[in-house]
């Protein structure tokens, strides 16, 4: 199946000028979690369909299988509360990035379309605004998918995880002044490398700031290389499906989005980062910040490839960063990524239960604290506990011979974890956590060799309707298990017609009912939110633009030139480039880099070298416009008209080897062909 149109597959013919080129150079570099879809509401469909006597039911029977009347996470969640804000945090182009009244629809009762727990649950990350944890520790929440953290030192404020945007951090920072009044920030936390985490720097304290009052920016070892590669080969593979996760795209109703697991929604708007000047490069290291003593624990490889904790011993707390959570979290983020390891992350909550022996409190990167020892105890056991079981009983069913969808339906966690509200999985699930263990241990194949070479989707789904007597027959069964409230069978059979034929309208509507009644039903904001997004998808169509990299300029300016050159190589169109022999130097003037790249066996080489003199062609430019190129942002003026540029050689060849490399628009079809 392509990814990409093939109307839409080829960035330079030949006959491109080198504004083009400029312009539309390496739009594969880099991808950005927004995914912008051409209709931007589920109440934009032709049908609204209300929960199924089964999906009610389903959720009914979940309702009173859970202790949902417990209130202490309420009063966990709501402890502190100093002000909350209202209104809205709007982007640079003046777009909606987070909308606080959009929530006010979670109360009371949950509704048959919401499942019950993921209601209460979103009902308690609802609880947004400024909050006092502890003396002198304070967090931000609902300006993001996370939190920003603020520590009192003595002579202004260290800030832990400025968010994802510059947007909506400086509108957080500038909340927390106006209530807690104007302190300078004199050091700066990074607890590890994801974008949610560190995005928003920009927005509390800038560069020049930063070295002109030496301000710490500490992070744990590895962070700028993982922070600024994470996403650079398959960005745009996993921007697209990132827009399912996080179900950007619903309308916030009872029959859309209604959470993220880790919070409300994201941010997203203008990505930026902070060098670190800092690094925690030991197990366990002390350090003092601006008279606050922090010991940091280094954990990577777990949750994150960079990450760490901390405690803060004269506070008598301790911050888990996102190993821990008000929830189960992902072994396997369903937008993709690299497999986790369940081991390495059970291990390292073990280790927390003796860093955090002291504290009074916890506080992490994501939903409300735990206060009092013996809570945070239990909170730490049970999400231990969680990763080891599951981790633990996915290798005892490999080893017995059963497949990763056998050992999806078969594990349940035992009572003590699935009645423990903090270890359900509001944004992990069990079932693709299962899977995530299988695949980290022997991939993802089962062994049965009927699935070492199976046909494209689109090919077995014409034969699977074919054998079914034709797509009318299909419908027709799919339509009685609908009515039977067997969902996962009838999206089975619905999905063989419609990647047999994507324009079978009768069979698309079906399928989308059958989606968003499978989205009521989950308990997982993420499965919630592909579910319905799906649903909006079969009906709408795919999204009509593709992943905003001008937004991360700020964020790629810090990244090496190298990353952009696998990205280059990762999307040579190999059958076009066989019997090429094309070689590029490229200089960037400012950074006194020279690299050559050449092709050879249909493969694009890199190295850092002086300019070949055999080159085809030599591209002089500085680091900025390169940039620039990279998020598909450079004009004319950058380019023809700029001093800063220039080609030497053949610009015939300079277009001919660029176009041999395919544009990804990130606009591919995932529930249709």
Not at 17 to 43: D, F, M, R
Not at 367 to 383: D, L
Not at 420 to 433: E, M, P, S, T
């Amino acid at each position: 199946m392509s990814f990409a149109p093939r109307s839409a597959k080829r960035i330079f013919p030949v006959a491109l000028t080198l504004t083009a080129l400029a312009s539309s150079l390496l739009l594969i570099a880099c991808g950005q979690k927004a995914v912008t879809n051409n209709a931007t509401s589920a109440a934009n469909n032709a049908i609204s369909n209300e929960a199924s006597e089964t999906t009610q039911k389903a959720n009914t029977d979940m309702g009173k299988a859970l202790a949902l009347d417990d209130q202490q996470d309420f009063e966990d969640a709501k402890r502190g509360l100093i002000a909350k804000p209202e209104g809205k945090i709007l982007g640079p182009t003046g777009e909606i990035l987070i909308d606080f009244d959009a929530w006010k629809f979670i109360e009371g009762p949950a509704p048959a379309t919401v499942n019950p727990s993921l209601w209460r649950h979103a009902k308690l990350n609802a609880q947004t605004g400024l909050f006092k944890v502890t003396d002198g520790i304070y967090q931000l929440r609902g300006f993001d998918i996370a939190n920003m953290s603020i520590i009192e030192g003595k002579t202004g404020w260290i800030i832990v995880d400025p968010l994802t945007s510059k947007e909506s951090a400086a509108s957080a920072i500038a909340f927390a002044r106006k209530h807690l009044g104007d302190k300078p920030v004199v050091a700066v936390v990074f607890t590890h490398s994801h974008a949610d985490h560190f995005g928003g720097a920009l927005g509390v304290v800038s560069p020049d700031e930063v070295n002109s009052k030496k301000i710490p920016v500490i992070a744990p070892d590895g962070f700028m290389e993982e922070a600024t590669s994470e996403n650079i080969l398959v960005g745009t593979a996993m921007a697209r499906r990132s827009g399912y996760q996080f179900g950007k795209d619903l309308e916030r109703s009872a029959k859309g989005q209604v959470d993220t697991g880790l919070g409300k929604s994201v941010a997203y708007g203008s990505v930026g980062v902070l060098e670190p000047n800092q690094l925690i490069t030991k197990a366990t290291q002390e350090l003092t910040l601006d008279g606050v003593n922090f010991v940091f624990h280094n954990v990577p490889g777990a949750e994150a490839p960079s990450e760490l904790t901390f405690s803060i011993p004269d506070k008598k707390a301790y911050a888990g960063a996102e190993i821990l959570a008000q929830t189960m979290h992902n072994l396997l983020p369903v937008r993709g990524a690299k497999a986790r390891d369940a081991q390495r992350w059970a291990s390292y909550l073990e280790q927390a239960l003796l860093q955090s022996a002291d504290a009074d409190v916890y506080f992490g990167q994501h939903n409300w604290p735990v206060w009092g020892k013996a809570r945070i105890a239990e909170f730490i056991t049970k999400q231990r506990d969680v990763y080891q079981y599951t981790h633990d009983q996915t290798v005892r069913l490999i080893n017995a011979g059963y497949t990763p969808y056998e050992i999806a339906d078969k594990i349940k966690l035992p009572k003590s974890l699935e009645s423990y509200f903090g270890a359900r999985g509001y944004y992990g699930d069990l079932r693709h956590n299962v899977k995530a263990v299988y695949q980290f241990y022997i991939g993802a194949y089962d062994g049965n060799p009927a699935n070492l070479n199976r046909l494209p989707p689109q090919e077995s789904a014409r034969h699977y309707v074919e054998l079914a007597g034709g797509a009318d027959k299909a419908i027709a069964a799919a339509q009685a298990a609908f009515g039977k409230g067997d969902y996962r069978w009838t999206a089975e059979l619905l999905n063989h017609v419609v990647f047999a034929d994507s324009n079978n309208k009768s069979a698309k509507e079906l399928l989308a009912r059958t989606y968003e009644q499978m989205g009521y039903m989950a308990e997982a904001s993420t499965w919630r939110n592909s579910y319905l997004t799906a649903a909006n998808e079969l009906r709408n169509g795919p999204p009509a633009k593709g992943v905003n990299r001008a937004a991360m300029i700020d964020m790629l300016a810090h990244t090496p030139i190298e990353r952009f050159l696998e990205a280059m190589a990762a999307g040579l169109n190999g059958p076009d480039a066989e019997g090429k022999d094309f070689k590029v130097n490229l200089v960037l003037t400012d950074s006194k880099e020279s690299y050559v790249l050449w092709i050879e066996n249909a493969v694009l080489h890199h190295k850092k070298a002086e300019p070949a003199k055999d080159a085809n062609a030599t591209l002089t430019l500085t680091k900025p416009i390169f940039i620039k190129m990279m998020a598909g942002t450079a004009g004319v003026k950058d380019t023809l008209f700029s001093d800063d540029l220039k080609v030497d050689g053949s610009k015939i060849d300079l277009v001919r080897f660029f176009g041999l490399i395919d544009k990804a628009p990130g606009t591919f079809a995932i529930v249709t062909k």
